[in-house]
T-cell receptor
């Protein structure tokens, strides 16, 4: 099993450009999450999904949109990138609502100039 | 509001010593508290969790202690090894496995 994979690994955008980050998991997990991690800080939840076709806002959702059209994929979109969105983005998944073990992807390092 | 913080940003220990990483939390309603390990350039990795109705839980070389009276959480690592060098985060489960993370403690293990 590949676990949780993220595409791309690195990306540089100019202010105002858009992009989509892809997260895929092959563990048949129900719950998926997008976090951002800024230097010297912990992770903050952007959006999450408790199942195919569902999404919900996390702690810092502004400027981001998500979609979960297939159970194994969770997409994070930036419609108009801003320098404040420069960060490392992590996707995670977990099996069900009573399981605290989230499985994280390797991260995507995004720089917005 | 909710917050999870750590007392020490960096902890340096010698190989073979026991390490103790501390964390304070403010949300008494959380059901679970969790510890994650993050190695450089990687995503966080689950270490151990503890339910709010427990005081102590042990895993392989790790022990988590929860003191609800003072809202304090700690991770003890026995016989610390160089491979334990990483950043350690405490987190609390706020429902639907939504995690609120602390800022992290860097553990440096020297031979």
């Amino acid at each position: 099993n590949a676990g949780v994979t993220q595409t791309p690994k690195f990306r540089v955008l100019k202010t105002g450009q858009s992009m989509t980050l892809l997260c895929a998991q092959d563990m048949n997990h129900e719950y998926m999450y997008w976090y951002r991690q800024d230097p010297g800080m912990g992770l903050r939840l952007i959006h999450y999904s408790v199942g195919e076709g569902t999404t919900a806002k996390g702690e810092v959702p502004d400027g981001y949109n998500v979609s979960r059209l297939k159970k194994q994929n969770f997409l994070l979109g930036l419609e108009s990138a801003a320098p404040s969105q420069t960060s490392v983005y992590f996707c995670a998944s977990t099996r069900w609502s009573v399981d605290n073990e989230q499985f994280f992807g390797p991260g995507t390092r995004l720089t917005v100039l | 509001g909710e917050s999870v913080g750590l007392h020490l940003p960096t902890l340096s220990v010698q190989e073979g010593d026991n390490s103790i990483i501390n964390c304070a939390y403010s949300n008494s309603a959380s059901d679970y508290f969790i510890w994650y390990k993050q190695e450089s350039g990687k995503g966080p990795q689950f270490i151990i969790d503890i339910r709010s109705n427990m005081d102590k839980r042990q895993g392989q070389r790790v022990t988590v202690l929860l003191n609800k009276t003072v809202k304090h959480l700690s991770l003890q690592i026995a016989a610390t090894q160089p491979g334990d060098s990483a950043v350690y985060f405490c987190a609390e489960n706020t429902g639907f496995q939504k995690l609120v993370f602390g800022t992290g403690t860097r553990l440096l293990v020297s031979p």
